[in-house]
């Protein structure tokens, strides 16, 4: 059974950081790319990055590109998101998930963590 959970979500000031673990068990995790996602009552799903075990590459999305960084720890099955100069626009559930590669269904989530950002 995969598992992933999610922390290190809160309530931070503008400009401010956090950053994000997900600890995952039940599959290989260096086998497979886990993504970052957020959601907002009424918004898409929105995938804000993702660590790819095909190629190594990282991914962003336009919105957090040059603010947030994954990395992967596959010794402690955790991925991280190193989220800086946070904005009130990122505030969201965030949620991992685990799939081969990080452009498929991701059917493997974690259960989210809270980050508010307030000005």
């Known amino acids: 059974e995969k598992q992933l959970v999610e922390s290190g979500g809160g309530l931070v000031q503008a400009g401010g950081s956090l950053r994000l673990s997900c600890v995952a068990s039940?599959?290989?995790?260096?086998?497979?790319?886990i993504g970052w996602f957020r959601q907002t009552p009424g918004r898409e799903r929105e995938q804000v990055s993702c660590?790819?075990?095909?190629?190594?590459?990282?991914h962003y999305s336009s919105s957090v590109k040059g603010r947030f960084t994954i990395s992967r720890d596959n010794a402690k099955n955790t991925v991280y998101l190193q989220m800086n100069n946070l904005k009130p626009e990122d505030t969201a559930v965030y949620y991992c998930?685990?799939?081969?590669?990080?452009?498929?269904?991701?059917?493997?989530w974690g259960q989210g963590t809270q980050v508010t950002v307030f000005s």
């Open positions: 998930a685990a799939d081969v590669s990080c452009f498929l269904s991701f059917d493997s």
């Open positions: 660590s790819s075990s095909i190629d190594g590459r990282l």
């Open positions: 039940g599959f290989t995790f260096e086998d497979y790319a």
